[in-house]
């Protein structure tokens, strides 16, 4: 005998992606809008600042392409996958054409050109980075205040390993009286709430969700108001995405590159490890010292991560007289033996790039 919860589930209601989002959490445990063709007079919402975030994530009518739902059904967001760190710039982003929609992709042949090129002056990280990563698209009403509610639905893009891992571990591990999973339904969904962590060297993600209970939408009203979120990510030729990266890597950057690395290592060759380590805590880099067992890798890895702030962060404009960058040789000995004292003797290596120290 089929019960009652039984049928629920098997009834596709309009606006109800509870199903799909299951089938999406189960399926993928696992910048910009350049990517996005969005609608004239339609907002991008973005997370500003570090407070608690309030948002109704709304499920639409899936158009083709989604790979976690079928098309006809309802679900609550589009994945897709970008290349970022592009372009002469180096702040481009493309979609990946290949792991996106299957054709050929000209910014995935440019990572695998680099990665065999033995004359690349970039690490391996840097080159990691401009690998494909995983976004995801949403439909969201900011009910955080009367103002926010009445610019209506938003489009959100965010990086899944920032947010949609835990939303889809949260709808994983739910007991049955949780129903996390109807959380984008228009009628019985919830709100959601977003604690946020904010870190200097990967940016702002969101570390904690609670649902709350909400009100009901109107499915009449919300069915013209949500946007078929399959039809925004934008699919460029493979003759256009070239065009659009051209210059990632020229002759110049290679130069600055390499030039920004040597004049950090000229310093870190000379740290010890628990130097290195202090350093690495106080600057929030992205290495962790336990991944090296050799002394000289993990200063090259530190290296690295300078050499890409001090790229970032260094007004094109801006000009430093010889022995005022930071790292230049005669600056302060860094062999200090009070590990208190490292972040000051090491406060001159980073003072033109900004970074704190």
């Known amino acids: 005998m089929t019960t009652?919860?039984?049928r629920k589930q098997g009834r596709a209601r309009p606006g109800s992606a509870a199903a799909n989002a299951r089938k999406r959490a189960r399926e993928f445990r696992a910048f910009d809008v350049s990517t996005l063709n969005i609608p004239q007079g339609v907002n991008f919402w973005y997370i500003d600042d570090a407070k608690p975030k309030r948002i109704d994530i709304l499920a639409y009518k899936v158009g083709k392409g989604n790979p976690a739902a079928?098309?006809?059904t309802y679900h609550y967001e589009r994945t897709y996958w970008a290349h970022g760190s592009l372009g002469s710039d180096g702040k481009t982003m493309v979609v990946c054409l290949k792991k996106t929609f299957g054709k050929k992709c000209a910014a995935c042949e440019l990572v695998e050109q680099l990665k065999t090129d033995p004359d690349c002056s970039l690490s391996a990280d840097e080159i990691k980075r401009l690998e494909p990563k995983i976004r995801q698209v949403f439909n969201i009403i900011d009910v955080?205040?009367?103002?926010?509610?009445?610019k209506g639905v938003q489009?959100?893009?965010f990086s899944f390993h920032k947010f949609g891992r835990k939303l889809d571990g949260m709808i994983n591990d739910e007991d049955e009286d949780d129903e996390y999973h109807t959380f984008a339904d228009w009628i019985g969904g919830k709100t959601l709430k977003l604690g946020i962590e904010d870190n200097k060297t990967y940016g702002k993600s969101v570390d904690r969700i609670e649902f709350k209970p909400r009100k009901n939408y109107n499915p009449k009203i919300m069915v013209k108001k949500v946007?078929?979120?399959d039809d925004l990510i934008k699919e460029v030729s493979y003759e256009e995405q070239k065009k659009l990266i051209q210059g990632t890597i020229s002759e110049d950057q290679d130069e600055e590159l390499t030039a920004e690395r040597n004049k950090a290592m000229k310093?870190?060759?000379k740290?010890?490890?628990v130097q290195l380590k202090k350093f690495i805590k106080v600057n929030e880099l992205g290495v962790d010292v336990d991944d090296f067992d050799d002394l000289e890798d993990l200063r090259e890895a530190v290296a690295d991560e300078v050499a890409e702030a001090a790229m970032a962060d260094e007004p094109?404009?801006?000009e430093f007289d010889e022995g005022d960058d930071g790292f230049d040789e005669g600056e302060a000995d860094l062999e200090v033996d009070d590990e208190d004292e490292v972040c000051e003797a090491l406060g001159d290596v980073l003072r033109a790039q900004d970074v704190a120290y």
Do not use: F, V, Y
């Open 144 to 150: 955080a205040s009367p103002a926010s509610r009445r």
């Open 267 to 269: 310093k870190i060759r």
């Open 271 to 273: 740290m010890t490890k």
């Open 4 to 6: 009652r919860r039984r």
């Open 70 to 72: 079928d098309e006809g």
């Open 227 to 229: 946007l078929c979120l």
């Open 316 to 318: 094109e404009d801006q």
């Open 155 to 157: 489009i959100w893009d």
